[in-house]
């Protein structure tokens, strides 16, 4: 009997999977164990020209989850509306689904797993974290022997594009972001790229795989990279480290911490050397040692290439669930303090060249408890704004606020001042 694949969405990721099902060479029956069909495709415009077959159009994608389908396979996107009642419908109606979508997955992901659960299906998203890189199967099925202690992850091509070519060129976010624009690695609204909120759906997943938690992004913390300045990458790299934009989940004493923030990262690490818009995963699994996967985390052929996989795990039947545990037992994350993390900083203050300055930001700092390893001020200019640049000793995110927040308000700091962790 063929697998019956329905498909809602047909443009990047849904084209490559079209592609990839229909290529005669492909030898997916053989790994399937029995053909697969597409009975049904659905998009928004019948008559766009798409460059690959377009067979079975339906014009409403919620009839997709009322066709004869086994599988309904879901890549319009979006947190809600369509996607999230074609994906509730089909589970509903005894379709297996398979997703891309991070945002749908990140809000609803635990209901949904429910429904999936309740029907004997899969509910499978190996294309919705990191593209092309099998992390979700990883957490899912492979690191499971013993506790996943930490995930970090570069999960946002634009924004690695983005911090990858400020290094390279010197210029600024905003002139690098118009560029990254023309030449479409970032969206016309690159807000959830660049203000860290793509990387925050991709981690809610994460963390629920490793831990066993509920996918929560009210349990997160969530900055991006439009603050980091040319000034910041450079200086990064004469202390030996490079900026990215990371999503960290550890167990701590105090629960799952989770974050998403740029951060200071050793030049030789793993993670610092992903670059450009490729994605990189590290996970900490304990006993089992530290694992690093990267690749290309989103684009046409990568991301189907994780589309297809699910598709032809569906073939074999065998429904597991979805976040790796039966979704009743995934517990409601209780958030660590993260604001009592310890970590060395990386401070910056744009502040007026002028007698006394540095003496108001060594009070503030010492008054709050934060002790300095080292400072650079290079440029002298008396009476102009300037860099002063500091590494602290490892300190806790609440005592560098409450100095910066002290050392901000004084009429001779002409910036808010930037505060970077730097990872071990
Ligand atoms: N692109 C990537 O590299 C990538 C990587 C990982 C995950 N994802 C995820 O994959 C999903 C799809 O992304 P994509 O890049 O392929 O998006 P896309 O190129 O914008 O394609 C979206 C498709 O959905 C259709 N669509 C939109 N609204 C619709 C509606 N109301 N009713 C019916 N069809 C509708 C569009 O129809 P028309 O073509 O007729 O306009 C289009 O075919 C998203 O969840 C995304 O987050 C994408």
């Known amino acids: 009997m063929p697998l019956k694949i329905a498909i809602a969405g047909l443009g990047t990721v849904g084209g490559g999977v079209i592609k990839a099902l229909t290529d005669p060479e492909s030898g997916l029956a053989a790994r399937a164990g029995r053909p697969l069909q597409i009975v049904a495709v659905s998009a928004r415009d019948a008559s766009k020209a798409r460059g690959f077959p377009v067979e079975n159009f ?6 997709l989850a009322k066709s004869d389908a086994d599988v309904v396979v879901e890549l319009i996107g979006g947190e809600d509306g369509i996607a999230k009642k074609l994906v509730e419908t089909a589970l509903a109606n005894g379709k297996h689904v398979v997703t891309a979508n991070k945002a749908l997955l990140a809000k609803h992901g635990a209901a949904l797993a429910v429904a999936a659960e309740k029907n004997k299906l899969q509910l499978k998203f190996e294309a919705a974290v990191a593209g092309g890189i099998p992390i979700v199967n990883t957490l899912r099925e492979s690191l499971v022997a013993y506790d996943v202690q930490a995930v970090k992850g570069i999960l946002n091509g634009t924004c690695n594009y983005i911090l990858t070519e400020m290094e390279a060129t010197g210029a600024s976010f905003a002139s690098v972001l118009k560029d990254a624009q023309k030449l479409g690695y970032a969206e016309a609204d690159p807000t959830l790229d660049v203000g860290g909120g793509d990387t925050a759906h991709k981690l809610a997943l994460l963390s629920s795989l490793a831990f066993g938690v509920t996918p929560d ?3 997160m913390t969530v900055e991006g990279i439009e603050h980091i300045t040319p000034a910041d990458i450079h200086f990064a790299s004469e202390f030996g480290f490079r900026i990215k934009l990371l999503g960290v989940a550890r167990r701590t004493q105090s629960g799952i911490e989770q974050k998403v923030h ?4 050793r030049a030789r690490s793993p993670l610092a050397n992903v670059d450009g818009a490729a994605n990189g995963v590290l996970v900490d699994a304990g006993e089992a040692g530290s694992f690093f996967f990267s690749g290309r985390g989103a684009g046409e052929a990568p991301t189907a290439s994780a589309v297809v996989a699910d598709i032809v795990e569906a073939a074999g039947g065998a429904a597991s669930p979805a976040f790796g545990r039966p979704a009743a037992s995934l517990a409601r994350l209780e958030p660590a303090d993260g604001k009592q993390a310890v970590s060395p900083w990386y401070l910056r203050f744009e502040v007026l060249d002028e007698p006394g300055v540095l003496a108001l930001i060594a009070r503030h700092l010492a008054e709050a408890g934060v002790s300095i390893e080292s400072m650079i001020q290079r440029v002298r200019a008396p ?3 300037v860099a002063i640049v500091m590494i602290t ?7 560098t606020e409450r100095a910066l927040k002290a050392i901000g308000a004084s009429d001779k700091v002409r910036a808010r001042p930037c505060m970077i962790p730097m990872e071990s």
């Open 58 to 63: 339906v014009a409403d994608p919620l009839a």
């Open 217 to 219: 992004l009210s349990a």
């Open 262 to 265: 740029p951060a200071m990262v």
């Open 383 to 385: 009476g102009t704004p």
């Open 393 to 399: 000793h490892e300190t806790s995110q609440a005592s």
